[in-house]
């Protein structure tokens, strides 16, 4: 059993930034695929970001340029540094691992952007 453990939510003003951290506890977390995820109220959850183990990333369209995925293997740690932040990327964020079969969440770490 992976646990994934996210932080740096919280408040931020339109055009701001915050970054988010999730650490994992596992030995061989540079094996899995780690991604970013956000929902909203009342929307389903999508895919924010995806770094594989090899270090290939995407990102969806809307938070292209804006939102940068990366991760220290040997910190166990996968981030999302997210830039000129919008009303609508107010989600709760949710980090996932993957590796094979095995699929693991974190409790999510809320972000809201307003004045």
């Known amino acids: 059993q992976v646990q994934l453990v996210e932080s740096g939510g919280g408040l931020v003003q339109p055009g701001g930034s915050l970054r988010l951290s999730c650490a994992a506890s596992t030995r061989i977390f540079s094996l899995y695929n780690m991604g970013w995820y956000r929902q909203a109220p009342g929307k389903q959850r999508e895919l924010v970001a995806r770094?594989?183990?090899?270090?290939?990333?995407t990102y969806v369209d809307s938070v292209k340029g804006r939102f940068t995925i990366s991760r220290d293997n040997a910190k166990n740690t996968v981030y999302l540094q997210m830039n000129s932040l919008k009303p609508e990327d107010t989600a709760n964020y949710y980090c996932?691992?993957?590796?094979?079969?095995?699929?693991?969440w974190g409790q999510g770490t809320q972000v809201t952007v307003s004045l």
């Open positions: 996932n691992a993957g590796l094979g079969d095995l699929d693991y």
């Open positions: 770094i594989t183990f090899g270090g290939s990333i």
